[in-house]
């Protein structure tokens, strides 16, 4: 651990440590500059992260050789996610931030499983649409293009056959994520809607994201940072459409 230590140091790279607790998976990675050097992540029922947690923060430092200071940054998945997921990543990743010194990059949960989606997709004109799973027939969506450029903003709505119709006009569109098996039976008429399992928001896919931010100062207040909690109380009927 000692040489791994002392070669990312003299290597001049960020150092980033990123969480994602926004789904059920929780997951951290470690990073230097674009190379993953440390990943772990896993599902359990019950939303057990906080003991999860640090566990694998604790197994990511020791790459480092329990060297905290040596931390450039820390990333964290800003939602929409769960509530109870979020918390525990976002407060945990302040109270190091605030002891470290160190400043707070958001990633949002549907960019960071956009990049996931990325290498299943070949068509360089496709559009990435990640959804979240609501309530009832809701979903949070966006669209990306494969330049991982946020081309709709996220949104929450009530999919039916007719709400990507101007998109899925123009372009191949890839839909993935836990709120994709509710929407897939009337979108899978579209020709050009295209259907991609097992996609799950990880924190090794927080790399280049972070990165980018990082380079570009693209901090978050530590103090004042919350994030985007999925609703789960009561859900609001947007007659609005997305396209």
């Given at each position: 651990?000692?040489?791994?230590?002392?070669?990312?140091?003299?290597?001049?790279?960020?150092?980033?440590?990123?969480?994602?607790?926004?789904?059920?998976?929780?997951?951290?990675?470690?990073?230097?500059?674009?190379?993953?050097?440390?990943?772990?992540?896993?599902?359990?029922?019950?939303?057990?992260?906080?003991?999860?947690?640090?566990?694998?923060?604790?197994?990511?430092?020791?790459?480092?050789?329990?060297?905290?200071?040596?931390?450039?940054?820390?990333?964290?998945?800003?939602?929409?996610?769960?509530?109870?997921?979020?918390?525990?990543?976002?407060?945990?990743?302040?109270?190091?931030?605030?002891?470290?010194?160190?400043?707070?990059?958001?990633?949002?949960?549907?960019?960071?499983?956009?990049?996931?989606?990325?290498?299943?997709?070949?068509?360089?004109?496709?559009?990435?649409?990640?959804?979240?799973?609501?309530?009832?027939?809701?979903?949070?969506?966006?669209?990306?293009?494969?330049?991982?450029?946020?081309?709709?903003?996220?949104?929450?709505?009530?999919?039916?056959?007719?709400?990507?119709?101007?998109?899925?006009?123009?372009?191949?569109?890839?839909?993935?994520?836990?709120?994709?098996?509710?929407?897939?039976?009337?979108?899978?008429?579209?020709?050009?809607?295209?259907?991609?399992?097992?996609?799950?928001?990880?924190?090794?896919?927080?790399?280049?994201?972070?990165?980018?931010?990082?380079?570009?100062?693209?901090?978050?207040?530590?103090?004042?940072?919350?994030?985007?909690?999925?609703k789960e109380f009561q859900t609001t009927v947007s007659k609005k459409k997305m396209f």
């Amino acid at each position: 651990m000692l040489f791994f230590h002392h070669q990312y140091k003299i290597m001049n790279l960020p150092l980033i440590l990123h969480i994602e607790t926004s789904t059920q998976v929780c997951s951290v990675a470690l990073s230097s500059g674009t190379e993953c050097v440390f990943s772990k992540s896993s599902e359990e029922q019950g939303m057990n992260h906080a003991k999860l947690l640090s566990g694998f923060i604790a197994e990511a430092m020791n790459v480092l050789n329990n060297d905290f200071h040596s931390l450039n940054a820390l990333a964290v998945s800003s939602g929409p996610g769960s509530y109870t997921g979020l918390r525990i990543g976002v407060s945990t990743a302040k109270g190091l931030c605030f002891g470290l010194d160190i400043p707070l990059i958001s990633i949002g949960t549907l960019d960071i499983m956009a990049v996931s989606a990325l290498n299943s997709v070949n068509e360089k004109d496709a559009l990435l649409c990640p959804m979240l799973d609501a309530r009832r027939m809701e979903v949070y969506a966006a669209v990306f293009n494969t330049d991982l450029e946020m081309i709709q903003p996220v949104a929450a709505n009530i999919v039916d056959e007719r709400t990507f119709n101007e998109i899925l006009k123009q372009n191949s569109v890839y839909f993935f994520g836990n709120g994709m098996s509710k929407c897939k039976p009337v979108l899978q008429q579209h020709a050009r809607a295209h259907f991609i399992d097992e996609i799950i928001p990880l924190a090794e896919n927080m790399i280049p994201l972070a990165l980018k931010a990082y380079q570009k100062k693209q901090f978050v207040d530590t103090a004042y940072f919350e994030p985007f909690y999925l609703k789960e109380f009561q859900t609001t009927v947007s007659k609005k459409k997305m396209f």
